[in-house]
Every structure is written in structure tokens, then in C-alpha cells.
Nanobody
Framework: QVQLVESGGGLVQAGGSLRLSCAAS????????MAWFRQAPGKEREFVAA??????VYADSVKGRFTISRDNAKNTVFLQMNSLKPEDTAVYYC????????????????WGQGTQVTVSS
């Protein structure tokens, strides 16, 4: 079990960048697959990106613009978001699960409280 706390959200103009961070507690962080999801108003929570021990896995909508990374020494996962679009506006959630990556929300038992990202046009 890990506890997750997101930070780094905010208001940015279209075309801009933000970097989200997710700090995890617990001694088993390195054994967890970590993911970012997002939820826009009136929409279901959707997969954005995930990382285990290799490269990242991305939703088609963010591929080439977002980069997920992790620093196991600092128990932190990051989401670098470039070329932001108004449709990226959502609450972004960090999630973790032991071992392998899955892209559905039901596969993750550990969630952060979320951080708001707003992209203005």
C-alpha cells in the first residue's frame, strides 16, 4: 500500500507546459507500476500514461506531447506535459499498483487526491 500526493497543477495557456509530480510514501514504491489518469467535468476518468520499469505507455491523445518518468530514489513519478491544449483541462490523478501496468481505473487501488490542470485557449 502506498499513499500518493499530487502537485504541480495550475492554469496555463494553450501551447504551454506543466510538470506534475506525485510523491509516494511506502517502502515498495520501486515495485509499483505508476500511472496518471485524468477526469474532465461530466466525463469518465481516463488513462493518460503509465510507467513500470521500462519506457512509458501513453494514451493516443497525449502521445508525443506528454512524458512520464519516475525517480525511485525520491519515490516520485512525474508527468511532463508540453503543447497543452484546452481539451487537456481536467483533474489529474496519480495511481499505483503492484507490478505490471494496466490502463483501466479498476486495476489501481492506490489513488491521490488529484490536481487541477486548466488550459486556456
Amino acid at each position: 500500500q502506498v499513499q500518493l500526493v499530487e502537485s504541480g497543477g495550475g492554469l496555463v495557456q494553450a501551447g504551454g507546459s506543466l510538470r506534475l509530480s506525485c510523491a509516494a510514501s511506502g517502502r515498495t514504491f520501486s515495485a509499483y507500476a505508476m500511472a496518471w489518469f485524468r477526469q474532465a467535468p461530466g466525463k469518465e476518468r481516463e488513462f493518460v500514461a503509465a510507467i513500470a520499469w521500462g519506457g512509458g505507455v501513453y494514451a493516443d491523445s497525449v502521445k508525443g506531447r506528454f512524458t512520464i518518468s519516475r525517480d525511485n530514489a525520491k519515490n516520485t513519478v512525474f508527468l511532463q506535459m508540453n503543447s497543452l491544449k484546452p481539451e487537456d483541462t481536467a483533474v489529474y490523478y496519480c495511481a499505483g499498483r503492484p507490478l505490471s501496468i494496466v490502463t483501466n481505473t479498476g486495476g489501481y487501488a492506490n489513488w491521490g487526491q488529484g490536481t487541477q490542470v486548466t488550459v486556456s485557449s
